[in-house]
């Protein structure tokens, strides 16, 4: 894993990857395909995870370098007296080979295959064993040798994957190859029948299948304990979209002063820096022995908020460094800074609107190095800010009064932050201020974040690139509340332990953002809660009613999905402001509700959203929303919609991603295991259906009756961390005509495909068959279990 690039600087050593073929034979590109069989072994005859790890490497390894036309005498490094693996050479060759339209032609035609060929041996044969063997023992990168073997083969395919992308469109559409004789001289002259007629349309096809993400981090365990190795949470290698090989570079940069214990956290979601009002303390700056608290009027703010105006700082530092502050109300004309911070980090107050003098003072500063920022007309993307002097301030910005004054003897600055500007004692004031939150950020000049952990780090060594990673992979970027902050702001600046920089709205993941909204709670797109009717009245029928397929829905699911709270009640209102809703509008609605108020003010919906458990205490089907330390799947439009209509959604199934199966005789619904058989397509599903549990809201009796019929939605979409794939079992109401009526049972299903060579104890079967793709399924938003 030499060919990725190790922070020079980091207290932790890079991962040695161990040559263990000794004299046996290493694949060539000529027979790839054929290795293993021309050796006589298979993966899964392997005795031991050394042996396993030895095999893989002499096949896919050595056989993808191969391919690409390095040999395994360049990549074996016997200087430090052990012979290790070293791929230093790889970026190199790749980077000339993909701006060379012969070679780009041959990297296309030969290696799109060969790296297909290598994901589908990891996901289907290499991952199983290893989650065998870790379900024995803890694996890790530096403990165990074999596992970082294995990990090596993820990484070099993450690399030739990259140059695959980054090949220039005029390479795409290569020459018809000349196939040789089975000789050594060619790469790769054994290639499968679909590949032997490269077309620029087959290409592109292959190339858009390969998977963008690696397969180690979600499917197996090392790399979350590795992550824990070097102080992070686990939890990363799930929630961040980045490679096996960008996790790995995550590895070796600096982590905070003290290195946080995450043992507790889940595997997908990070629970260290979620607060406890209790227990909670707000912490002074690293160098103060105590100061007094300083804060703000809450009378002031009451008042204020009472009046629907935002209070804002204005904050003084004087001759002496001491800070004044005192409140006055935004002022159109007048920039201010809105702070985003983790309240783990130590700004927050749960007893009062106050703060330490020294973190008002370390405020006044980077309020101060943001505004510097602004000002200055040339300032790249990536550029450090520097700690500000009043001798390099102007007395006025041209066209903006007021926003700081300068004088030798003080600084003033204005900007909100939650603790001093949301009252604590007034739970209306403060539901108000809450709402108005998205008008805040904004209407700010800039946003400023103030994480925990970057706050320690500096950026001098780091640069851009280095520094983008760390703030992805930052508890500010695990939060909630940040998400909308953030989405919010004109602009971004993230401080480090030596200046800011300014941060990008696209690598936040969200694409549309909501500046163009800088007052939410004028919009009234109303939140249409109240539109709910008693479950006897409600009916199925009729054409759905009109709507637009919401991509903002998704996009805000996914992004909450990889984020935690320790609030999961304010979730709603997150999830209403990134969706153009009205953040104030759902706060007020009690608690039990915000979540079918949100749902029924979305036109449309990801079938499956039906994947996701439903929140316990509600009575009818209510999807967990993200943003707990629970988690939920993330959504994807490619499974099909879910269209409003009265009383229901109509399912839209992606005929290439989701199948149902209608099963004339029902499922026992006490669980277990049942073998559906489709004979129409030839193909066999083993379902595993949990059994109800024991405070099931509905009587047990209702559903171990098999008589009834079901239909099970199959949907081609793994299971986080698991080789299964998500199920839904619905209960047929009734039918009229081609219009099936359709009620959920169960989203907690799982299947996987069931070949009959397989070796598998008497499972119960049911014989099913294809719902017809013209017969229409309304989906009842009845109770369920």
């Keep these: 894993m030499d060919h990725i690039d190790w922070y020079e600087f980091s207290t932790t050593d890079p991962v040695k990857v161990p040559y263990v073929c000794g004299d046996g034979p290493l ?9 293993p069989r021309r050796q006589g072994w298979e993966l899964g005859q392997s005795e031991s995870l050394a042996q396993l790890a030895e095999r893989v490497q002499a096949w896919l390894f050595f056989g993808l370098l191969a391919v690409v036309g390095i040999p395994p005498e360049a990549c074996i490094n016997s200087n430090t007296g052990e012979r290790l693996v070293c791929t230093k050479t790889l970026p190199d060759y790749l980077n000339f080979s993909k701006h060379t339209a012969e070679h780009g032609d041959l990297l296309l035609s ?34 165990s040798k074999p596992y970082a073997i294995l990990f090596s083969v993820d990484t070099l395919l993450d690399s030739i994957k990259y140059a695959l992308a980054s090949i220039p469109k005029q390479c795409r559409i290569p020459k018809q190859p000349q196939i040789s004789n089975r000789s050594r001289t060619s790469k790769l002259s054994i290639i499968p029948q679909e590949f032997e007629m490269f077309g620029g349309a087959t ?19 090392g790399v979350a304990r590795s992550l824990l190795q070097t102080g992070r949470c686990g939890s990363l290698a799930r929630r961040l979209n980045f490679t096996s090989s960008k996790l ?64 804002v700082i204005q904050s003084t530092m004087h001759s002496n460094g001491t800070v004044t502050i005192r409140v006055e109300k935004m002022t159109k004309g007048v920039d201010y800074i809105a702070i985003s911070h983790v309240w783990a980090g130590g700004l927050g107050n749960f007893v009062g609107n106050k703060l330490p003098q020294c973190q008002l003072q370390a405020i ?73 939150m998205g008008r805040i950020y904004a209407g700010a000049a800039a946003v400023l974040v103030l994480d925990p952990e970057l706050r320690n780090v500096s950026y001098d060594q780091l640069g851009a690139t280095r520094a983008k990673v760390l703030i992805e992979a930052s508890p500010w970027m695990a939060r909630s509340w940040p998400l909308q902050e953030a989405a919010l702001a004109n602009e971004i600046y993230v401080k480090f332990a030596k200046g800011s920089i300014r ?50 829905f998704v996009n805000a699911w996914n992004l909450l999905a990889k984020r935690t709270t320790s609030h999961p009640e304010d979730v709603p209102a997150i999830f209403a402001a990134l969706i153009h809703k009205s953040a104030g509008e759902i706060l007020s609605i009690d608690a039990t509700h915000r979540t079918w108020a949100l749902l029924d003010s979305v036109g449309a919906m990801p079938l499956d959203i039906l994947c996701v458990e439903q929140e316990s205490h509600f009575p ?66 083993l379902v595993y259906l949990p059994a109800p549990p024991d405070t099931c809201s509905i009587a047990k009796a209702d559903h171990v009756e098999v008589d009834e019929s079901h239909l099970v939605l199959i949907l081609h979409k793994k299971l986080s961390g698991s080789l299964s794939s998500y199920g839904v079992l619905c209960k047929i109401q009734g039918q009229a005509g081609d219009t099936l009526r359709v009620r959920l049972l169960s989203n907690t299903i799982t299947w996987r495909y069931h070949h009959d060579r397989e070796q598998l104890p008497a499972y119960e079967t049911r014989e099913c068959l294809s719902a017809d793709p013209s017969c229409s399924i309304l989906f009842e938003m009845g109770k369920s279990i």
């Design 364 to 436: 006044h500063k980077d309020v101060g190095d943001t505004m510097v920022s602004r000002f200055s007309t040339v300032l790249p993307d990536c550029r450090v800010v520097r700690s500000w002097y009043p001798s390099i301030l102007k007395p006025r910005r041209p066209g903006r009064p007021g926003w700081f004054s300068s004088s030798p003897t003080s600084t003033t600055f204005r900007y909100w932050i939650d603790t001093l500007c949301v009252p604590t004692s007034h739970s209306s004031e403060r539901k108000s201020a809450i709402s108005s």
């Design 203 to 221: 290409v592109s096809f292959a190339l858009g299948n390969l998977r963008p993400k690696s397969l180690f981090p979600e499917l197996t365990e």
């Design 248 to 311: 790995y570079h995550l590895m070796s940069l600096p982590n905070s002063q003290e290195r946080e214990d995450h043992s507790l956290c889940s595997k997908t979601s990070c629970g260290y820096f979620n607060v406890n009002p209790t227990s909670y303390r707000t912490r002074h700056t690293e160098d103060c022995f105590m100061c007094d608290e300083v804060g703000a009027l809450e009378s002031e703010l009451v008042d204020l908020i009472r009046k629907n105006e935002v209070p």
């Design 503 to 552: 941060f990008k709205h696209e690598h936040l993941g969200i694409e549309t953002t909501l500046r163009s909204l800088p007052n939410q709670e004028s919009v009234r797109k109303r939140l249409t809660w109240l539109s709910f009717k008693p479950l006897e009245e409600w009916c199925v029928a009729g054409d759905p009613l009109p709507y637009t397929p919401n991509s903002d």
């Design 620 to 685: 009818r089907w209510a999807p967990r929303l993200p943003g707990s330390s629970k988690p939920v799947p993330a959504l994807d439009t490619k499974f099909g919609t879910l269209e409003r209509i009265a009383g229901g959604f109509h399912l839209q199934l992606a005929q290439t991603s989701t199948q149902a199966l209608i099963c004339p005789k029902g499922l026992s619904f006490s669980g277990g295991y049942f073998l559906l058989r489709d004979n129409h397509i030839q193909q066999s599903f």
């Design 110 to 143: 030969q290696l799109v295959p060969a790296v297909s060929k290598a994901e589908t041996v990891i996901l289907e044969e290499l991952i199983p064993l290893i989650k065998n063997y870790e379900a024995l023992e803890s694996l890790d990168l530096w403990t």
């Design 27 to 35: 694949c060539d590109g000529d027979e790839f395909f054929d290795f």
